[in-house]
């Protein structure tokens, strides 16, 4: 991850919201465990080859799911494969834990575009000021809250 001004096109902020390592190592060794399973019921061939195509779909799985990029740029706000131009931002608001669970939960608007991970407990609020986008906001999760909101503050000042 990276926070710096820079020309058009140029991340002023960037990170990705890769998986813990955690999960790579409790999804390997459930797998492992399932080879242990498989070894004394078939060949070890056939064992062997179902552990090799469960660890390729579990690799794939987990790579996919910890793909998402948040990217602010000089021009716009890009989550995911979702983007948004900076002159339809409003002021980002930093949340906490809490504030991200009551933002993700009791208090979420179905409208809002949503970027959560489980594994990230905090998150950025960016409101959407276009009024022709009935999105209200975007919640985005984040290792940084405060520096993507920063970067989102700095976006929108330049922008106005």
């Given at each position: 991850m990276s926070t710096a001004a820079?020309?058009?096109?140029?991340?002023?902020h960037?990170?990705?919201?890769?998986?813990?390592?955690?999960w790579w190592v409790q999804g390997t060794m459930l797998v492992a465990t399932l080879w242990l399973a498989l070894v004394v019921a078939v060949p070890w061939v056939v064992a062997s080859g179902i552990t090799v195509a469960l660890l390729a779909a579990l690799a794939a799985a987990l790579t996919s799911y910890g793909s998402p990029r948040v990217v602010?740029?000089?021009?716009?706000?890009?989550?995911?494969?979702?983007?948004v131009a900076a002159r339809h931002l409003g002021r980002p608001e930093p949340?906490?834990?809490?504030?991200?669970?009551?933002?993700?939960g009791p208090e979420a608007d179905?409208?809002?575009?949503?970027?959560?991970?489980?594994?990230?407990?905090?998150?950025?609020?960016?409101?959407?000021?276009?009024?022709d986008d009935p999105t209200p906001y975007w919640l985005v999760s984040s290792r940084r809250p405060d520096r993507?909101?920063?970067?989102?503050?700095?976006?929108?000042?330049?922008a106005a």
């Open positions: 820079g020309p058009a096109g140029t991340p002023l960037q990170e990705r919201l890769s998986v813990p390592l955690r602010v740029t000089s021009t716009e706000l890009r989550c995911g494969r979702a983007h949340l906490d834990a809490f504030q991200t669970r009551r933002a993700a179905a409208r809002a575009f949503l970027l959560l991970r489980p594994y990230l407990r905090r998150a950025v609020r960016v409101p959407i000021t276009d009024p993507l909101a920063a970067a989102v503050a700095d976006l929108v000042a330049r």
